[in-house]
């Protein structure tokens, strides 16, 4: 095999390569260029720490804010005439549904308080506002249901309540189990 002339140059030159040793000047100056790269990529880091940071803050600030509007929404929310008549006659059908409609909705409005202490996914408020939107549907059949199926529209209400509470505490034991999990590694790591 034929070697090109500087490989040919290099191989018989060797020798005199391997015998020259860098001078500690030289040797300095890479040292401060390696601790100058380092203390940069350490900056970077704590910049990209205090960006997540400020990200994570931010996002739980909004979180809060939603579920503060959702919940005020909710409670506060202004009754139209129609929904009042509606209510109305909902109690002249099913007397015992808005005592059994108020205990569950207070149990849901406890979650609800508690979830909001945690950062929560936002598509759980569009799932809680689907069932929201089914319970009155509900409500709209009772009133025009015929006599004696009034029941099982009521039973398909309150189940639907106890899938909103049901659907509250596994997001909650989730989360929850999340932060003592997070807990422990923090403990861990100290």
């Given at each position: 095999m034929?070697?090109?002339?500087l490989?040919?140059?290099?191989?018989?030159?060797?020798?005199?390569?391997?015998?020259?040793?860098?001078?500690?000047?030289?040797?300095?100056?890479?040292?401060q260029e390696?601790e100058?790269?380092v203390?940069?990529?350490?900056?970077?880091?704590?910049?990209?720490?205090?960006m997540?940071?400020?990200?994570?803050?931010?996002?739980?600030?909004v979180?809060?804010?939603l579920?503060?509007?959702?919940i005020?929404?909710?409670n506060?929310?202004?009754?139209?005439?129609?929904?009042?008549?509606?209510?109305?006659?909902?109690?002249?059908i099913?007397?015992?549904?808005?005592?059994?409609e108020?205990?569950?909705?207070?149990?849901?409005?406890?979650?609800?308080q508690?979830l909001a202490?945690?950062e929560?996914?936002?598509?759980?408020?569009?799932?809680?506002?689907?069932?929201?939107?089914?319970m009155?549907?509900?409500?709209?059949e009772?009133?025009?249901?015929?006599?004696?199926?009034?029941?099982?529209?009521?039973?398909?209400?309150?189940?639907?309540?106890?899938?909103?509470?049901?659907?509250?505490?596994?997001v909650?034991?989730?989360?929850?189990?999340?932060?003592?999990?997070?807990?422990?590694?923090?403990?861990?790591?100290?």
């Amino acid at each position: 095999m034929k070697l090109d002339r500087l490989e040919q140059f290099v191989q018989d030159e060797r020798e005199q390569f391997d015998g020259d040793v860098p001078s500690l000047k030289v040797w300095y100056g890479i040292e401060q260029e390696l601790e100058a790269k380092v203390e940069q990529k350490q900056s970077r880091f704590k910049v990209w720490r205090a960006m997540r940071l400020a990200a994570a803050v931010l996002f739980l600030l909004v979180t809060g804010g939603l579920i503060g509007s959702f919940i005020t929404s909710n409670n506060n929310g202004t009754v139209s005439t129609q929904q009042a008549n509606v209510l109305e006659t909902i109690d002249e059908i099913a007397p015992e549904l808005g005592e059994t409609e108020a205990y569950y909705q207070s149990q849901v409005q406890e979650k609800i308080q508690v979830l909001a202490s945690y950062e929560e996914d936002p598509a759980l408020l569009e799932e809680l506002a689907e069932i929201d939107e089914a319970m009155q549907e509900l409500k709209q059949e009772l009133l025009d249901a015929p006599q004696g199926s009034e029941e099982e529209i009521i039973n398909n209400i309150i189940r639907n309540y106890q899938i909103k509470i049901e659907i509250l505490e596994h997001v909650l034991s989730r989360i929850q189990a999340a932060s003592n999990q997070n807990s422990e590694r923090n403990e861990v790591s100290i």
